[in-house]
């Protein structure tokens, strides 16, 4: 009673602060709809999607909890490690992500966490940042700001429902203005591709 109890606060103190948001649907293709809005006292933009894809539970968390393959469908991932296993669905991961010359590569330290009710009739999963775990590296710029929600429902026995939330600084000299021109891309490739492994 009492995970149960934590998981519907959780799912309700997610919605309340996503409303809070003015989101832009800024694309939509393929069913995948990626929408934007501005950030108080940040110059980053959230980011929301929206999409059904073919798969269940189990496949999905097969994926994301596959930390090492998250180069195969998260946008421009370079590497990605686990840094501590606490339970199967709580876990602490490292990720390098690509950015074009004359940038440098940004990584995160991210404590990843699963949650299911008792049934199961859906997923929370929820993403923040740890970035002491890990020491910074040369070369990299340590993204010090990520925060990252999911709520997933099956609408049928071979369909998920995926509502995402993301808002994240990727620290550095990357101008807001620039980092938002390509705020759907990222987005909508990481999810093209988690839809192309969900159906294999």
Known sequence: MLRISFIVLLSLLSSISIGQYNWKLVKDKDGI????SDVPNSA?????VECTLPGTYAKLVSILTNVSQFSDWIYNTKTSKLVRQITPLDFIYYLETHLPWPLSNRDAVIHFRIRTDSLPQFLTISGSN???LVSKIPGRVRVNHYVASWKVTMPSAKTIRINYFLEVDPGGSIPGWIANMFADKGPYGTFSNLARLLNE
């Open 33 to 36: 709809k990626v929408y934007t």
């Open 44 to 48: 980053f933009k959230a980011i929301k």
């Open 130 to 132: 740890e970035p002491a």
